[in-house]
Nanobody, 122 residues
């Protein structure tokens, strides 16, 4: 199994910053893409940002210029630096990782974390 554990969520005022972290562990042979998604109450889960192992990044239009995704391949960790936060950024943020498991078959996996709450409110 592959496990993802997020941390860093919380309550912040509009205009503030938070940094989310996500560590992957378990039967990991490789991690290709890592990313962050979010789900607000009553809405579908949406992509926030992704990064490839080589460092290529993609951002949703709503967060461009405010959020930065990065990863430490040696630590199997992905980060999301969130600046200039807005009330509409309030959501549960989920970490995602895809890659191949360790073992003779190198089966692919698509793993999700349990989510961390981010609330932007005055």
């Amino acid at each position: 199994q592959v496990q993802l554990v997020e941390s860093g969520g919380g309550l912040v005022q509009p205009g503030g910053s938070l940094r989310l972290s996500c560590v992957a562990s378990g039967s990991i042979f490789s991690i290709s893409d890592m990313g962050w998604y979010r789900q607000a109450p009553g809405k579908q889960r949406e992509l926030v940002a992704t990064t490839t192992r080589g460092g290529n990044t993609y951002y949703a239009d709503s967060v461009k210029g405010r959020f930065t995704i990065s990863r430490d391949n040696a630590k199997n960790t992905v980060y999301l630096q969130m600046n200039s936060l807005k009330p509409e950024d309030t959501a549960v943020y989920y970490c995602n990782a895809v890659g191949r498991r360790s073992g003779s078959s190198y089966n692919p996996y698509d793993a999700w974390g349990q989510g961390t709450q981010v609330t932007v409110s005055s």
